[in-house]
Nanobody
């Protein structure tokens, strides 16, 4: 059975860093376009980082560009989100997601087939 298992969330002070992981099971993540979504308190879920299935292209939501890096380790079948220079507004539940297709930065949420369980990131002052 295919699923995504997330780890690495937690609490950090503003300006700090966290790395989120998303381990795939039952299928190879390298054949899917991967993404990280987040949902802040009282806000809609939004996509913040996307990685093409061939690993050649990335897209970042403007508020995280230059601070977040999406990457994948094919040998470990794991997706990562390195988050640096964290801000209060980065707090929220973070989800990894996978979908067929080369690049998915323009896909709606309902086009993603697989989702991680979500993990909380809290940035404090």
């Amino acid at each position: 059975q295919e699923h995504l298992l997330q780890s690495g969330g937690g609490s950090v002070q503003a300006g700090g860093s966290l790395r989120l992981s998303c381990a795939g099971s039952g299928y190879s993540l390298s054949t899917y376009c991967m993404a990280w979504f987040r949902q802040g308190s009282g806000k809609e879920r939004e996509g913040v980082a996307f990685l093409a299935n061939d690993g050649d292209d990335t897209y970042y939501e403007p508020s995280v560009e230059g601070r977040f890096t999406i990457s994948r380790d094919n040998a470990k079948n794991t997706l990562y989100l390195q988050m640096n220079s964290l801000k209060l507004e980065d707090s929220g539940m973070y989800y990894c997601a996978a979908t067929e297709g080369r690049m998915c930065s323009f896909y709606g949420e309902n086009q993603f087939e697989y989702w991680g369980q979500g993990i909380q990131v809290t940035v404090s002052s």
